[in-house]
């Protein structure tokens, strides 16, 4: 193959890819799929520590949950899927979509939420979102939940299920300069401002979710977390920003990637080379849209609520598939198409087949979290 050109393009949506082959040679690959890794909409802190100032806060659906902006998020997400692929994608009805989610409530509601901005004002979906939660119902399309228990696609950051990833991912942490010269620092003052007894990397990332999920909601963060850790030295804020950037890029290394990354790409592959389905939407986390952006190497950091991954695929008539993938930063960000390996642009779905370190199956990377 020589190259590829698109066609078709209508605001930013190509409709047809034309391969170029040797002797002159073309073929055409028609979008025939896209599926949407979505990171769920804006939330309330997942916990507290001991010292914090907001411990007694009442959060509406408690911790961890969506919060009414981050349902609204979730809906225009889903107009927008709709908008873009709706027409190309005779996305008409819950016939040609699936959606699976992680066993979180701020999952689930984000896929209530993604499907009912996918239909609403159709007599499938009802009338357009005026705001707040949605309403209890039934999902418009069924929601597929995989248990947590279970889940090693969607969400494999966890000590009880994936001991390996978070061992590889500590291994990993310990051999930068960041954790030899900010880390012991931060553990201190961690400890005596937060009340942590020793606190672990674990304790430092939480403290950090905690700051920022705050800070989106109109709070302010502790006085402490603006002081310098020493002389020439960042603030406790800045320094814990850092790690945390670091932890979730660490789950794209050689050796986390197969655990972190290689049960949700082996699905995605899967899906693009053997399903019919049009539409595949996944309600996930940060760490997921992380584990895979790190694994493919076009991490950038860890990606605001409501940001989404799009893999869409193209196939020829001989029946060859080619993908490309973009990003979409936050509630508000513009599409960006990312490169894939060293190539930018769409790609053959065999170069993400070969790759050395994606399992054969999600099965395989059960077997390979276990110590």
């Known amino acids: 193959m020589a190259s590829l050109r698109l066609r078709g393009a209508l605001g930013g949506l190509l409709l047809v890819l034309v391969v170029a082959q040797s002797r002159g040679a ?34 509406q659906g408690g911790f961890g949950s969506l919060l009414p902006a981050g349902v609204g998020d979730q809906v225009r997400l889903g107009a927008l899927l709709r908008s873009r692929y709706g027409a190309a994608l005779r996305l008409q009805s819950c016939q040609r979509i699936s959606v699976i989610s992680s066993d979180r409530a701020r999952t689930r509601e984000s896929a209530r939420a993604l499907l009912h ?31 947590e228990r279970d889940d090693f696609v969607l969400r494999l950051v966890s000590p009880e299920r994936c001991p390996r990833l978070i061992l590889a991912i500590e291994a990993m942490l310990k051999r930068t300069p960041e954790y030899r010269d900010l880390v012991p620092l931060l553990k201190r003052v961690v400890a005596e401002h937060a009340d942590i007894p020793s606190p672990s990397s674990i304790d430092l990332v939480n403290v950090f979710d905690i700051f920022r ?7 302010e963060i502790p006085e402490w977390a603006h002081q310098s850790l020493g002389s020439g030295l960042p603030t406790v804020y800045a320094a814990l920003e850092r790690f945390f950037f670091l932890a979730f890029g660490s789950q794209g290394a ?3 990637r197969s655990l972190s990354a ?11 080379r053997h399903s019919d389905t049009a539409l595949r939407l996944y309600a996930a986390h940060d760490t997921t849209l992380a584990a895979l952006e790190a694994a493919l190497g076009v991490y950038s950091g860890p990606l605001p609520t409501s940001s989404c991954l799009l893999l869409e695929v193209f196939v020829a008539a001989d029946g060859a598939r080619f993908v490309r ?29 070969e790759l050395r370190w994606l399992p054969d199956s999600v099965d395989d990377v059960k077997r390979m979290c276990r110590l």
């Open 213 to 219: 999920t705050q800070q989106l909601s109109g709070l």
């Open 254 to 256: 050689p050796s986390t």
């Open 26 to 59: 073309r073929r055409t690959a028609l979008l025939t799929q896209v599926q949407a890794l979505c990171r769920h909409g804006g939330r309330s802190p997942r916990g507290t520590y001991p010292a914090d100032p907001y411990r007694n806060v009442t959060w």
């Open 325 to 353: 993938l973009l990003r979409r930063s936050g509630s508000s960000g513009e599409l960006r198409e990312l490169p894939l390996g060293s190539r930018r642009g769409p790609c053959p779905l065999t170069k993400l087949e």
């Open 117 to 147: 901005g996918l239909f609403q004002d159709t007599e499938l979906g009802g009338p357009e979102y005026q705001g707040g939660p949605l309403p209890p119902a039934d999902p418009i399309c069924p929601i597929r939940v995989i248990p």
């Open 262 to 272: 290689g049960g949700l790409l082996r699905t995605m592959v899967d899906t693009a």
